[in-house]
């Protein structure tokens, strides 16, 4: 949240145009109104809920009032009472902590005050900008009766005690005539130039001059007169040859002048508009004997002049050989101020045209040297001219330089500093003398007694909390709490310590820690031109006038409640005036964003377990559950007319699956977590810190960078398995780079039409795994064992029968076997390993490596594949050798890291974890129908809501006689289980029924 003040130098300021229909809304992409705001979810993401009220409940929505009202409830909006304003901005009162003892003896107190109108409910002040960490107490201010003398009117007399007249405090007080006027020196004249300065423009130039050819040559040569005729004809020639070798512009009236009919430049009107003659030069031209020589020096000056590009001749005065000629003149463009360049570029002279309305004539002055100053503007190719002296036209037509007086100091009479003043000064003869010294005056008050109320301020500090929500009469207590978030403290003035009907006042004090702040260039910079206290760099001034003048803070006061916490997902946000020299009021959003919580939706897995009457058989048992969504996945349906078709205490374990599906290991069979950006992480710290129950775990894996995948997890490089297979055999050494520890196997799929082979997880691998690991190290170590017990046909054929392959040690009495001969060093190195890592060995790689060991022989019997005499035990001992060798790595990290308390969920819903204190094993202990052999029932469990996805419910091996166990141990756990949520019912009644009522 973003608001700004902007001041703008352009016209118009800010504008926002069609904000409705870019934005949706018109407030979108426009800075708001400083005030009290709230931060409500409209629509919810998709597997979150609308997270407005429901805070407090275990799932928000799961009522149909709330699902239907979204937040419109009593408990999610505030109703204002009253009203309730800032009266006095914070400010800083400047104290000493030994004069403090009821602040605390702090000295770096603010002050603010407030008043309220039936705000009964109280009201709330916000402060924004002040340090954590601040004391604040309310001040009672109490009025007691005072008479006072109190000043009524007065006049001005005459002072009774020296000084009795008024002095000049400096040289700046000047002496005036009678009149007021200030009175010049004698003899003191105006001589300092005054310049002119403006924006120049480059005046266009004549072309190369071309040749001049004579209309009438022999008239051209011929002596010059000044007859009227003669000069007729001189203007005429001369101004044809200036059009036609200079392509100068000349005067004419419809057409230019001829030798029978001139064309002068003057003043006159067109079409109603004065139209002023061009400025006039005149002459000195020597040595005029032919109209030729008089000619052609007048085209000589105009070629000179490179800028006239307009000229003609006005008048012609003749006598003994010497003619004063007036010719007018004209540049383009036609602008006040021209400059001329030379060939390189430099500015060589100005020319300045002024008008002289009593003549309607222009006044053109030409500067260079001294008189020029040209200075070019970077990037325009313009230059900024500065002539001296400015020039004004007399009524005759003459420039006259334009002056100024020195200074008044030097222009004017005036007093010494101390000198007694005079009312006026006079001439007499040559010297001014003053005429009566100023009576000084002095201002003589009247009183009145008046009573006034003085103020008693006793003040007391105000109870602090760590929040609204732990304040039992959260309206009528007066409390304050700071939100670490916002970074914003919040004063609620409760009904309970004052009376808050009718118009009231508030007065409170903020105490900061004692101590100073030194400014930085940042603080300078961020102050900029309001810096009026003078700060350098490096000053050190106290906390709370850095707050106030520095860093800003201000206050804001609302008679509207804050929302509930505890109830409601919606948040205050306040936007305060921070200050007078930030303009940019954001709620501190820029520093740290508001969080809005959201809260997944979730749904509840219930999970039964029933007997199969015929699992007495062979003592084989499957899982079932309510027919429902999770019917299939536990499968099966209730036996009949059987005495063990129902019984409690089987447990099960849940996973996500994406989680295992993101589990990898290296060559080596390390795991290193990270988070989504590749870092590495503690992945039980992050677990434990996770606010939700389900969280996302990733591991280290090499990606495909080239082309970039839209999902990441597409783009993983890995093995699907440890080991691969050639030619249907199991290889020797495990797949180079990283392996996902939930490997994939094919299997065999009927849909009804045809049968194919498809890849699916391994998950009766994996979680035999995680049951190892369990065993042996992470749990129940107590009960590892490390005898060797292979198989009981291996045993007979071993040790013998009629009870000697039970006994310990065997007793050996099968006489077809010499047993000290068949007790390899491998069996005994086999021996070694426990017996949870044995079976793993047999279950997954035995078979396996046995096939590498054996072949048919002509019966069709398995014999040794070495070509040699052997007892078949060796190749057992050798296969189980290398199938040890392969559990053990594939085990590695099972046995490196916890992988079931970092990968298993708390979905356990039975308080404390029911019996076994797990929360992660969910029990299935509560019985629907009754326990009677021959009626229908089942026993079931019930899940924590777990967010959308899919998990993995692994049933958990009947091991504790402490728990009851003995009763389930002979029944075959079921296989791992793929569960999908959310599941979808028929109607909302449906997904709340309990299992077994519809």
């Known amino acids: 949240m973003d608001m700004k003040r902007h001041s703008h130098k352009k016209r118009g300021g800010r504008i926002y145009r069609n904000n409705k229909y870019m934005n949706g809304d018109s407030w979108i992409g426009r800075p708001l109104i400083l005030g009290n705001y709230y931060i409500k979810e409209l629509t919810r993401s998709e597997g979150y809920e609308l997270s407005i009220t429901g805070k407090d409940k275990k799932v928000t929505n799961a009522v149909t009032g709330i699902r239907e009202t979204y937040g419109e409830t009593a408990d999610s909006r505030t109703a204002p009472l009253g009203s309730a304003w800032i009266t006095k901005q914070l400010y800083h009162a400047v104290t000493f902590p030994e004069g403090n003892a009821a602040y605390g003896n702090k000295e770096n107190l603010l002050l603010l005050e407030t008043k309220s109108k039936d705000a009964t409910n109280g009201y709330n002040v916000v402060l924004d900008g002040i340090p954590e960490g601040a004391d604040i107490y309310i001040n009672n201010v109490t009025l007691k009766p005072v008479v006072i003398q109190q000043v009524d009117g007065g006049k001005w007399v005459d002072a009774k005690e020296a000084p009795y007249y008024l002095a000049a405090e400096s040289q700046s007080v000047y002496k005036r005539d009678i009149n007021g006027n200030m009175i010049e020196k004698s003899g003191v004249t105006a001589t300092?130039?005054?310049?002119?300065?403006?924006?120049?423009?480059?005046?266009?130039?004549?072309?190369?001059?071309?040749?001049?050819?004579?209309?009438?040559?022999?008239?051209?040569?011929?002596?010059?007169?000044?007859?009227?005729?003669?000069?007729?004809?001189?203007?005429?020639?001369?101004?044809?040859?200036?059009?036609?070798?200079?392509?100068?512009?000349?005067?004419?009236?419809?057409?230019?002048?001829?030798?029978?009919?001139?064309?002068?430049?003057?003043?006159?009107?067109?079409?109603?508009?004065?139209?002023?003659?061009?400025?006039?030069?005149?002459?000195?031209?020597?040595?005029?004997?032919?109209?030729?020589?008089?000619?052609?020096?007048?085209?000589?000056?105009?070629?000179?002049?490179?800028?006239?590009?307009?000229?003609?001749?006005?008048?012609?005065?003749?006598?003994?050989?010497?003619?004063?000629?007036?010719?007018?003149?004209?540049?383009?463009?036609?602008?006040?101020?021209?400059?001329?360049?030379?060939?390189?570029?430099?500015?060589?002279?100005?020319?300045?045209?002024?008008?002289?309305?009593?003549?309607?004539?222009?006044?053109?002055?030409?500067?260079?040297?001294?008189?020029?100053?040209?200075?070019?503007?970077?990037?325009?190719?313009?230059?900024i001219i500065n002539v001296t002296p400015d020039f004004e036209v007399s009524d005759d037509g003459i420039p006259t330089d334009k002056t100024i007086y020195p200074t008044d100091s030097e222009r004017y009479l005036h007093y010494a500093a101390g000198e007694t003043l005079y009312d006026y000064w006079y001439l007499n003869g040559d010297t001014y003398f003053g005429h009566a010294p100023v009576t000084r005056k002095v201002w003589e008050p009247n009183y009145k007694e008046v009573i006034v109320n003085e103020e008693n301020v006793s003040s007391s500090k105000i109870p602090k909390v760590s929040s609204m929500e732990e304040v039992t009469d959260q309206t009528g207590s007066t409390y304050y709490y700071y939100d670490q978030v916002a970074k914003q403290y919040t004063i609620h003035v409760g009904s309970n310590d004052m009376d808050l009907s009718g118009v009231k006042s508030g007065n409170f004090t903020i105490a900061l820690n004692n101590g100073k702040r030194e400014v930085t260039n940042e603080d300078i910079n961020r102050i900029g031109p309001n810096n009026v206290w003078g700060y350098a760099a490096g000053s050190s001034i106290s906390n709370a006038e850095y707050v106030i003048r520095v860093s800003g803070a201000g206050a804001g006061a609302f008679t509207s409640a804050n929302f509930d916490n505890n109830k409601t997902f919606i948040k205050n946000q306040r936007l305060i005036s921070n200050g007078y020299h930030d303009l940019n009021e954001d709620g501190n959003t820029r520093e740290t964003p508001t969080p809005i919580q959201e809260r997944i939706i979730g749904q509840q897995i219930k999970v039964t377990k029933t007997i199969d009457e015929k699992s007495y058989e062979n003592t084989n048992t499957y899982g079932a559950a309510h027919e429902d969504w999770f019917t299939r996945t536990f499968g099966g349906h209730f036996g009949r007319n059987t005495a063990a078709r129902k019984m409690d205490n089987f447990r099960f374990k849940v996973y996500l699956k994406s989680n295992l599906e993101r589990l990898h290991r290296d060559n080596d069979g390390n795991v290193t977590w990270q988070d989504r950006l590749g870092n590495e992480i503690n992945v039980t710290d992050q677990n434990e810190r996770f606010p939700a129950l389900v969280n996302k775990v990733y591991t280290k894996v090499q990606h495909i960078t080239s082309p970039l995948y839209k999902n990441s997890e597409d783009a993983v490089v890995s093995n699907d398995s440890l080991y691969s297979y050639t030619n249907g055999f199991i290889n020797e050494s495990q797949n180079n780079g990283y392996t996902s520890l939930l490997e994939t196997i094919s299997v065999m799929a009927d849909n009804g039409s045809e049968a194919r082979n498809i890849s699916v997880y391994n998950y009766e691998k994996f979680f035999d795994a995680i049951n190892v690991a369990n065993a042996d190290k992470w749990d129940h170590t107590e009960n590892s064992s490390t005898s060797f017990k292979p198989f009981a046909l291996i045993k007979k054929f071993l040790f013998g029968t009629g009870g000697a392959e039970n006994q310990y040690p065997a007793g050996h009495n099968n006489a077809e076997i010499k047993n000290n001969i068949n007790t390899s060093e491998t069996a005994l190195d086999n021996a070694l390993r426990s017996d949870n890592v044995r079976q793993f060995a047999i279950t997954w790689y035995l078979d396996d490596e046995v096939a590498k060991l054996v072949k048919k022989n002509q019966s069709e019997e398995a014999v040794s594949a070495a070509g040699k005499s052997v007892y078949s035990d060796e190749v057992y001992d050798i296969a189980l050798s290398e199938a040890i060798r392969k559990a053990e790595n594939y085990l590695k990290p099972f046995f490196s890291y916890d992988l079931d308390q970092i990968y298993s969920i708390e979905w356990d819903s039975t308080q404390e974890g029911g019996a076994d204190k797990d929360l992660t094993t969910l029990s299935a202990d509560t019985l629907f129908g009754d326990t009677a052999g021959n009626s229908d029932g089942y026993y079931f469990a019930t899940s924590k809501y777990l967010p959308y996805g899919t998990y993995v419910v692994a049933e958990q091996q009947p091991k504790y006689s402490n728990l009851g166990d003995l009763k389930n141990k002979h029944y075959q756990i079921d296989k791992p289980r793929e569960v999908s949520l959310p599941s979808v019912y028929a109607d909302y009644d449906g997904s709340q029924a309990t299992p077994g009522s519809n």
């Open 192 to 383: 300092v130039k005054v310049p002119y300065e403006a924006t120049g423009i480059e005046a266009d130039k004549l072309p190369t001059e071309g040749t001049a050819v004579a209309s009438d040559p022999v008239k051209f040569a011929s002596a010059f007169t000044n007859a009227e005729s003669n000069v007729k004809y001189v203007k005429a020639e001369l101004e044809q040859m200036m059009r036609d070798s200079l392509q100068m512009e000349t005067p004419k009236d419809g057409d230019y002048s001829t030798i029978n009919t001139p064309v002068y430049d003057e003043k006159r009107t067109v079409n109603g508009k004065n139209v002023y003659g061009k400025p006039e030069i005149v002459l000195e031209i020597e040595n005029v004997t032919t109209n030729k020589s008089l000619i052609e020096s007048i085209l000589n000056y105009y070629i000179n002049e490179k800028v006239f590009t307009y000229g003609g001749l006005q008048k012609i005065e003749y006598s003994g050989g010497k003619a004063i000629v007036t010719i007018v003149v004209g540049m383009t463009p036609a602008r006040t101020l021209l400059y001329q360049t030379n060939s390189s570029g430099d500015v060589v002279a100005t020319y300045l045209t002024k008008l002289n309305t009593t003549y309607g004539r222009y006044v053109i002055r030409k500067y260079t040297g001294d008189e020029l100053n040209a200075a070019k503007v970077e990037d325009t190719g313009k230059y």
